[in-house]
T-cell receptor, first 116, second 115 residues
Framework: GDSVTQMEGPVTLSEEAFLTINCTYTATGYPSLFWYVQYPGEGLQLLLKATKADDKGSNKGFEATYRKETTSFHLEKGSVQVSDSAVYFCALSDISGGTSYGKLTFGQGTILTVHP | DADVTQTPRNRITKTGKRIMLECSQTKGHDRMYWYRQDPGLGLRLIYYSFDVKDINKGEISDGYSVSRQTQAKFSLSLESAIPNQTALYFC??????????????FGSGTRLTVV
């Protein structure tokens, strides 16, 4: 079945540091890929998405590129802020096979803490 | 008001009790989902529904049941709660296309503790 693997956390950075959170996936079809963010005490919010190979999703300074050859969708940000402290989830939605169930499959989440 | 509302926000219950978690949405989406979040395990799908007459099991449905009362309401029940069902539960909706291209909308979660 489909699966998503994220780098183990937690990740602790100083403000203005560069962030990378690795994400790789396994899917039988051709999935859409997502990053969700969960701030303390809140539900998940869509951060960015990509629907086909070489697409780059971006939002709030975060970026991720859909790499089909390496089955990866790594999240990056050039300069993190304290307000970026949250849990980040990589996810995929596989619609291939003619039956578009569109269920999201999540990675285990990566806790990011940014210190001033 | 939130697009997806979950009640209660927090609940402590005893082993063996029946408990219902409720979810209502104002997005007008046909598809609704229940996920469970455990530390280090991400979110796992319990049940999902594509319309009022369509209910499907997810990867961890044992010990849970659901009811889709209307397009807007989707409730999750634990018939006889056990401690390993202690977790954070999320309801979510998505549009008919199901690709989630516009993102899934999540509720704020229900933190359930079974003692």
């Amino acid at each position: 079945g489909d699966s998503v693997t994220q780098m183990e956390g937690p990740v602790t950075l100083s403000e203005e540091a560069f962030l990378t959170i690795n994400c790789t996936y396994t899917a039988t079809g051709y999935p859409s890929l997502f990053w969700y963010v969960q701030y303390p005490g809140e539900g998940l919010q869509l951060l960015l998405k990509a629907t086909k190979a070489d697409d780059k999703g971006s939002n709030k300074g975060f970026e991720a590129t859909y790499r089909k050859e390496t089955t990866s969708f790594h999240l990056e940000k050039g300069s993190v802020q304290v307000s970026d402290s949250a849990v980040y989830f990589c996810a995929l939605s596989d619609i291939s096979g003619g039956t578009s169930y569109g269920k999201l499959t999540f990675g285990q989440g990566t806790i990011l803490t940014v210190h001033p | 008001d939130a697009d997806v509302t979950q009640t209660p926000r927090n609940r402590i219950t005893k082993t063996g009790k029946r408990i219902m978690l409720e979810c209502s949405q104002t997005k007008g989406h046909d598809r609704m989902y229940w996920y469970r979040q455990d530390p280090g395990l991400g979110l796992r799908l319990i049940y999902y529904s594509f319309d009022v007459k369509d209910i499907n099991k997810g990867e961890i449905s044992d010990g849970y049941s659901v009811s889709r009362q209307t397009q807007a309401k989707f409730s999750l029940s634990l018939e006889s709660a056990i401690p390993n069902q202690t977790a954070l539960y999320f309801c979510a909706t998505s549009d008919l296309g199901g690709r989630g291209l516009y993102g899934y909308t999540f509720g704020s979660g229900t933190r359930l503790t079974v003692v």
